[in-house]
């Protein structure tokens, strides 16, 4: 994805650039057939400095809809830290697209009833926007249908469904005007 981008803020000198190379390729990951995701902010600083061990400590903040999502880990290797951090994050985005997908099925499956519900004219006025009846009738009912799945992802029964009743407010207005 062209538009992802991901800020480094790096406070430990002397960071290997594999780190950075690392934490870019498995944040653009995510973003594979997604656009949800528009970037990234990961930061790396040493938060305990002793003779005996040090402790590093890798944010990584993902710009994403519909709410952004932070991890912080923290280990005595940097890289080991951004791997946590990278798993972590990972998880934290699947688990909120599995949700925005339940919630978006539930979405399709009501808006694959919305042919049943409405009335003839609820259906036309819903879906046809910029064609006249004659125009509309002429498309016939076949490729109302197709269009209706792919541009409002409706099923093929709904789409067929809702096809007939654009199809029978269409011919009752060319009817109505002659």
Excluded: C, W
Aim: net charge negative; glycine share 2%.
């Amino acid at each position: 994805m062209s538009n992802f981008y991901v800020d480094f803020d790096i406070k430990v000198p002397n960071t290997d650039e594999a780190f950075a190379l690392e934490a870019e390729r498995e944040l653009q990951a995510l973003t594979a057939q997604h656009s949800d995701l528009i970037g990234a902010a990961v930061s790396l600083e040493r938060i305990v400095e002793s003779e005996s061990h040090n402790v590093y400590q890798v944010r990584i903040v993902v710009y994403i809809r519909p709410q952004n999502m932070a991890v912080v880990k923290k280990n005595t290797s940097p890289m080991e830290a951004l791997r946590e951090a990278l798993k972590g994050i990972e998880e934290k985005v699947r688990s909120s697209r599995e949700k925005m997908a339940y919630v978006d099925q539930n979405r399709e499956y009501e808006k694959h009833n919305i042919s049943y519900e409405l009335s003839a004219e609820e259906v036309y006025a819903t879906y046809i926007k910029d064609s006249t009846p004659a125009e509309v009738f002429n498309q016939g009912r076949s490729k109302i249908a197709t269009r209706l799945m792919v541009e409002e992802r409706l099923n093929q029964e709904a789409a067929y469904i809702a096809a007939d009743q654009i199809l029978k407010v269409a011919l009752q207005r060319i009817n109505e005007n002659k």
